[in-house]
């Protein structure tokens, strides 16, 4: 269905920024759409924002909204999670998700393709 190939991650002092790139192949052209989820030591895997292939909205969970974009850029079939004013909240694995429903799903149940996951790290 997709395979994802995340890059972009690594280490990041407080209040600074990082960009992650998630690049998507797929084998069909059915609408999808493309979340990142993190996930802290110990605790579960949640969604961080998600945009939709077929009219580019974008959901931001609320730990995140207005410190991170995410974007897509079809060309390259790449999406981008550019993350600002970064704090040690924000430290965890990264992973690019893909999922066959267009609507963003707030569940990683939704979600049927994962990249491998990066390691962000917040820390001064």
């Known amino acids: 269905q997709m395979q994802l190939v995340e890059s972009g991650g690594g280490s990041v002092q407080p209040g600074g920024s990082l960009r992650l790139s998630c690049v998507v192949f797929?084998?069909?052209?059915?609408?999808?759409?493309v979340a990142w989820f993190r996930q802290a030591p110990g605790l579960e895997r949640e969604v961080v924002s998600c945009i939709s292939s077929t009219d580019g909205n974008t959901y931001y969970a609320d730990s995140v909204m207005g410190r991170f974009t995410i974007s897509r850029d079809s060309a390259k079939n790449t999406v981008y999670l550019q993350m600002q004013n970064v704090g040690p909240e924000d430290t965890g694995v990264y992973y690019c998700a893909g999922s066959l429903f267009d609507r963003c799903p707030r569940h990683r149940r939704g979600y049927t393709s994962w990249g491998q996951g990066i390691q962000v790290t917040v820390s001064s």
């Open positions: 797929r084998s069909t052209s059915d609408s999808y759409s």
